[in-house]
T-cell receptor, first 111, second 117 residues
Framework: AQTVTQSQPEMSVQEAETVTLSCTYD???????LFWYKQPPSRQMILVIR??????QNATENRFSVNFQKAAKSFSLKISDSQLGDAAMYFC????????FGAGTRLTVKP | GAVVSQHPSWVICKSGTSVKIECRSL??????MFWYRQFPKQSLMLMAT?????????EQGVEKDKFLINHASLTLSTLTVTSAHPEDSSFYIC?????????????FGQGTRLTVV
């Protein structure tokens, strides 16, 4: 069974600074997707970024980028130039059809 | 992105009654829909996967007779919590995928907060 582990229950970053959220996963499959979702207080799940396992190049989306280490089964999210609106729960997820989520990391952005 | 709408956003029901939650894909046809449950300050746990026109596939530990899922059309899936009890109180979220291709994205509804009193 696939498992997703987020070892940081809470993280804090100063506005305009950079923060990295960690995620590791376990799978025996070779073809899959990895995702980072943001869940603000409204609880609407918002896709931040996704990575296809067969692509070696790390995905980027504006201020968000990932460090995908397939052999190590690691998938961290880097948020650059943090903004107050980035404050939320962040979930790492693994999936192809269905999706398995990590426990989440609560990110606080300090002004 | 595509829009997935859940209804209602919140519902309060009495213990022993049943409540139905709808998940609609508004601007695309969803071959597959997923139902998740999220307890306060916890992660999303997959409950079941539903494919249009076929029986839902439930995750281990999820009671099929309690959480009835119907995916009668390509734009609508429903989750019915039967004989609800206070321990069923939770936040339920659905997601929908437009196709089965490996590149299709899953879109999430806004969730439904169920409180059983």
């Amino acid at each position: 069974a696939q498992t997703v582990t987020q070892s940081q229950p809470e993280m804090s970053v100063q506005e305009a600074e950079t923060v990295t959220l960690s995620c590791t996963y376990d799978t025996s499959e070779s073809d899959y997707y990895l995702f980072w979702y943001k869940q603000p207080p409204s609880r609407q799940m918002i896709l931040v970024i996704r990575q296809e396992a067969y692509k070696q190049q790390n995905a980027t989306e504006n201020r968000f980028s990932v460090n995908f280490q397939k052999a190590a089964k690691s998938f961290s999210l880097k948020i650059s130039d943090s903004q107050l609106g980035d404050a939320a729960m962040y979930f790492c997820a693994y999936g192809y059809n269905d999706m398995r989520f990590g426990a989440g990391t609560r990110l606080t952005v300090k002004p | 992105g595509a829009v997935v709408s859940q209804h209602p956003s919140w519902v309060i029901c009495k213990s022993g009654t049943s409540v139905k939650i709808e998940c609609r894909s508004l601007d695309f046809q969803a071959t597959t829909m997923f139902w998740y449950r999220q307890f306060p300050k916890q992660s999303l746990m997959l409950m079941a996967t539903s494919n249009e026109g076929s029986k839902a596939t439930y995750e281990q530990g999820v009671e099929k007779d309690k959480f009835l899922i119907n995916h009668a059309s390509l734009t609508l899936s429903t989750l019915t919590v039967t004989s609800a009890h206070p321990e069923d109180s939770s936040f339920y979220i659905c997601s929908a995928r437009e196709g089965t291709g490996r590149d299709t994205e899953a879109f999430f509804g806004q969730g439904t907060r169920l409180t059983v009193v």
